[in-house]
């Protein structure tokens, strides 16, 4: 066999065991990423935006919005931030859409509080801390299943420990948007937003 090919199949292993080690690992990262689950501890609770349709709420906003309804509902002390800004292809900003939904089901406006300007994770977390009281040092996070691991490893890289509370992950987008999540969480990993 002629160097250059056995250099080619090594180069192939390589790649194909480096590849399902990291699929591994980021899997391993997304399940804990699950715990510990938040019982009402935390006075302040961020739920992370997702995309407003036109007429409608994306189901994974709808998803994590069930969630926090539920949340809310079983622990009446905690704070709620709603986190996330309007995209040019948005009627309104999530954090509006959120805060319409929220009040619309019976939970109390004076619980709710804004942040409409984010338009990453990494902002999520950084302009809801920014709106905490500077004692805060621990909050529940709200978001969808796969996107918790790194919504709180962020949220570590910028002081505050958290806990969780899962949304399911619709089964349409499933698979694009955890595959999207583990590069997303590497990312996060290696540079830290």
Not at 109 to 133: C, D, G, M, Q, V
Not at 165 to 179: H, R
Request: neutral net charge.
């Amino acid at each position: 066999m002629r160097k250059s090919k056995k250099i080619a199949i090594a180069c192939t292993i390589v790649i194909t065991v480096g590849s399902l080690f990291l699929w591994w690992l980021t899997g391993k990262w997304i399940d804990e990423g699950l715990e510990p689950v938040a019982d009402g501890t935390n006075d302040y609770a961020i739920v992370l935006g997702a995309r407003v349709k036109k007429d409608a709420l994306s189901l994974s906003l709808q998803y994590r919005l069930d969630a926090a309804l539920e949340y809310a509902n079983e622990h009446p002390n905690v704070t709620i931030i709603l986190s996330g800004g309007q995209g040019q292809d948005e009627p309104i900003s999530e954090a509006e859409a959120m805060r319409r939904f929220l009040t619309e089901n019976g939970v109390a406006e004076e619980r709710l509080i804004l942040e409409s300007a984010s338009t990453s994770t990494y902002e999520n977390i950084l302009f809801s801390k920014k709106i905490l009281p500077s004692e805060i040092q621990s909050v529940t996070i709200i978001t969808s299943d796969y996107h918790l691991a790194r919504a709180r490893k962020i949220a570590a890289s910028l002081g505050l420990d958290s806990d969780a509370v899962s949304a399911e992950t619709p089964k349409v987008v499933a698979t694009k948007l955890v595959f999207r999540e583990r590069i997303a969480l590497v990312k996060t990993y290696v540079v830290g937003k």
